[in-house]
C-alpha cells in the first residue's frame, strides 16, 4: 500500500519557526519544501507589470471599493501608492515556476494535502492541490494582506485579490486568533466551518516557575527580549528609557542583531534561549517585552511569539497601547501597556514585591487556562 503524503510549503528557516516545526511532527510522511530556495533571474518592475497586468486592472477596480470600507470600519489609510508591490507581483509572477519544479520532483508521488504556510506559498500551493487533486490548507498565520511594508493602496488590494482565490480554493484556513476570524470572515466571506483557529502557544510550558523562584530579597528587574524581528517593535524607545531608568535589557535575537543593541545597557544571549532565560528569572524581576507598533493590521491583531514565551514560563509581559495584545494584558491582569510615557511608572510597580507576586499569581493561573484548558484568545 502506497503511503499517502503531505506536501509542507514554508517560506523561511525552520529553526526559528515553533509553530511551523509543530505542524510537521503531526504529519508522518511531511515532504517540507521552501518555496524561497528556488532562484530565478529577476524580472525588473516593468516586465512584472506587463506579466501581471490583468491582475492590475482588476486591482485598480477594486481600490476605492476596499479602501473605504478599510477607513470606515478599521481606520486605516494607505502608505504611499505602490510601495512594495514589486514584491508581489514577483510573487505571483514566480509561483508558476516555483509549481512547475515541484511538479516535476513529485510527479509520480501520492499526494494527499498541500499544507502552506503564508500568502507567498500559498500561491504555490493552490496550483499544487489542482494538479495533485488533493485537500489545500492555508495557513494565514498574521493578517497576510496588511502586514508592516505591505499597507501601500496598490499593494494591499492587490494582496487581497490573491488571497480571496487562495480562500475561496483552500478546504480549510487557519488563523491564530478571535479578532483575526472575525476580520478574514468580514473581507472574504470564508464560511465560519471552513476557518479554524490554531494554538500559538508552541512552547514547552514551565507551569508556575517563575511564581515558585520569586525571591522578595531580589530587586533587581530584567526587560527580556526575544525575537527574529527587530523593525517596529519600540526597541529605540525601550533603549532611550532603560537607559534613563538605569535598568538592563536581556536581548535574545533569533536572526539579526540591531546597532542599538550594542549599548551599554544590553545584554546579549544566545539563540538557544530557554536555558538562559530560566537561570535568568532565578536570578532578576523578568518581565518581558512584547510590544509592536499599531501601524498595520497584523501588529495590531496578531499575538507574538514572544507574549506566549512569556506565558510559557509564568512572567509577566509589556504590551503596546491599542493591540489586541494589551486588551488580553488588561483583561486578565498579565502585566502592563506600555504608552511611551509610562516606562518609569511600570518599572516602580515591579519593583514593588507585593504587586510583581500578585502578578506572578495572575499570569499562573493564566497558564493554567491557556496550556491545560487550551483557551482560545
Same mark, same amino acid.
Given at each position: 500500500?502506497?503511503?499517502?503524503?503531505?506536501?509542507?510549503?514554508?517560506?523561511?528557516?525552520?529553526?526559528?519557526?515553533?509553530?511551523?516545526?509543530?505542524?510537521?511532527?503531526?504529519?508522518?510522511?511531511?515532504?517540507?519544501?521552501?518555496?524561497?530556495?528556488?532562484?530565478?533571474?529577476?524580472?525588473?518592475?516593468?516586465?512584472?507589470?506587463?506579466?501581471?497586468?490583468?491582475?492590475?486592472?482588476?486591482?485598480?477596480?477594486?481600490?476605492?471599493?476596499?479602501?473605504?470600507?478599510?477607513?470606515?470600519?478599521?481606520?486605516?489609510?494607505?502608505?504611499?501608492?505602490?510601495?512594495?508591490?514589486?514584491?508581489?507581483?514577483?510573487?505571483?509572477?514566480?509561483?508558476?515556476?516555483?509549481?512547475?519544479?515541484?511538479?516535476?520532483?513529485?510527479?509520480?508521488?501520492?499526494?494527499?494535502?498541500?499544507?502552506?504556510?503564508?500568502?507567498?506559498? /500559498?500561491?504555490?500551493?493552490?496550483?499544487?492541490?489542482?494538479?495533485?487533486?488533493?485537500?489545500?490548507?492555508?495557513?494565514?498565520?498574521?493578517?497576510?494582506?496588511?502586514?508592516?511594508?505591505?499597507?501601500?493602496?496598490?499593494?494591499?488590494?492587490?494582496?487581497?485579490?490573491?488571497?480571496?482565490?487562495?480562500?475561496?480554493? /483552500?478546504?480549510?484556513?487557519?488563523?491564530?486568533?478571535?479578532?483575526?476570524?472575525?476580520?478574514?470572515?468580514?473581507?472574504?466571506?470564508?464560511?465560519?466551518?471552513?476557518?479554524?483557529?490554531?494554538?500559538?502557544?508552541?512552547?514547552?510550558?514551565?507551569?508556575?516557575? /517563575?511564581?515558585?523562584?520569586?525571591?522578595?530579597?531580589?530587586?533587581?528587574?530584567?526587560?527580556?527580549?526575544?525575537?527574529?524581528?527587530?523593525?517596529?517593535?519600540?526597541?529605540?524607545?525601550?533603549?532611550?528609557?532603560?537607559?534613563?531608568?538605569?535598568?538592563?535589557?536581556?536581548?535574545?535575537?533569533?536572526?539579526?542583531?540591531?546597532?542599538?543593541?550594542?549599548?551599554?545597557?544590553?545584554?546579549?544571549?544566545?539563540?538557544?534561549?530557554?536555558?538562559?532565560?530560566?537561570?535568568?528569572?532565578?536570578?532578576?524581576?523578568?518581565?518581558?517585552? /512584547?510590544?509592536?507598533?499599531?501601524?498595520?493590521?497584523?501588529?495590531?491583531?496578531?499575538?507574538?511569539?514572544?507574549?506566549?514565551?512569556?506565558?510559557?514560563?509564568?512572567?509577566?509581559?509589556?504590551?503596546?497601547?491599542?493591540?489586541?495584545?494589551?486588551?488580553?494584558?488588561?483583561?486578565?491582569?498579565?502585566?502592563?501597556?506600555?504608552?511611551?510615557?509610562?516606562?518609569?511608572?511600570?518599572?516602580?510597580?515591579?519593583?514593588?514585591?507585593?504587586?510583581?507576586?500578585?502578578?506572578?499569581?495572575?499570569?499562573?493561573?493564566?497558564?493554567?487556562?491557556?496550556?491545560?484548558?487550551?483557551?482560545?484568545?
Amino acid at each position: 500500500m502506497i503511503m499517502k503524503k503531505t506536501i509542507i510549503l514554508i517560506d523561511e528557516p525552520l529553526e526559528g519557526d515553533h509553530r511551523v516545526l509543530k505542524i510537521i511532527s503531526n504529519y508522518h510522511n511531511p515532504i517540507v519544501i521552501d518555496c524561497f530556495k528556488f532562484e530565478y533571474n529577476y524580472s525588473n518592475f516593468y516586465d512584472l507589470i506587463f506579466r501581471n497586468i490583468w491582475m492590475i486592472l482588476y486591482t485598480s477596480i477594486y481600490i476605492p471599493i476596499f479602501w473605504v470600507k478599510f477607513y470606515q470600519k478599521y481606520h486605516l489609510k494607505p502608505d504611499k501608492i505602490i510601495r512594495g508591490l514589486k514584491a508581489s507581483l514577483r510573487a505571483n509572477y514566480y509561483a508558476d515556476k516555483t509549481t512547475n519544479m515541484i511538479k516535476s520532483t513529485y510527479n509520480n508521488s501520492e499526494i494527499d494535502a498541500i499544507y502552506a504556510n503564508d500568502l507567498n506559498c /500559498a500561491l504555490v500551493g493552490i496550483k499544487l492541490s489542482k494538479f495533485f487533486e488533493c485537500k489545500f490548507i492555508y495557513d494565514a498565520h498574521e493578517v497576510e494582506f496588511h502586514r508592516n511594508r505591505k499597507n501601500s493602496l496598490f499593494r494591499v488590494v492587490f494582496d487581497m485579490l490573491l488571497e480571496q482565490q487562495v480562500v475561496d480554493a /483552500a478546504t480549510k484556513v487557519i488563523v491564530v486568533n478571535k479578532p483575526i476570524k472575525k476580520l478574514y470572515i468580514d473581507i472574504y466571506k470564508i464560511p465560519e466551518s471552513k476557518i479554524t483557529i490554531v494554538d500559538n502557544n508552541h512552547f514547552s510550558p514551565h507551569m508556575g516557575y /517563575a511564581i515558585s523562584m520569586f525571591n522578595e530579597n531580589i530587586h533587581e528587574i530584567a526587560v527580556v527580549y526575544v525575537g527574529g524581528g527587530i523593525n517596529n517593535r519600540k526597541l529605540e524607545s525601550l533603549a532611550c528609557d532603560s537607559s534613563q531608568e538605569e535598568v538592563k535589557i536581556y536581548s535574545f535575537f533569533l536572526s539579526k542583531t540591531p546597532d542599538i543593541a550594542y549599548k551599554h545597557n544590553w545584554i546579549l544571549g544566545s539563540t538557544d534561549y530557554l536555558p538562559e532565560l530560566l537561570e535568568l528569572i532565578k536570578k532578576k524581576r523578568s518581565v518581558m517585552w /512584547a510590544c509592536t507598533e499599531d501601524i498595520c493590521l497584523s501588529y495590531r491583531l496578531s499575538l507574538p511569539n514572544k507574549f506566549f514565551q512569556a506565558m510559557a514560563v509564568g512572567i509577566p509581559v509589556i504590551a503596546y497601547k491599542g493591540t489586541y495584545l494589551a486588551e488580553i494584558v488588561q483583561e486578565y491582569n498579565l502585566g502592563y501597556v506600555y504608552n511611551d510615557h509610562n516606562f518609569g511608572e511600570i518599572m516602580e510597580h515591579l519593583k514593588d514585591s507585593k504587586k510583581y507576586y500578585a502578578l506572578l499569581e495572575f499570569v499562573s493561573l493564566f497558564q493554567e487556562k491557556l496550556f491545560v484548558e487550551k483557551m482560545v484568545l
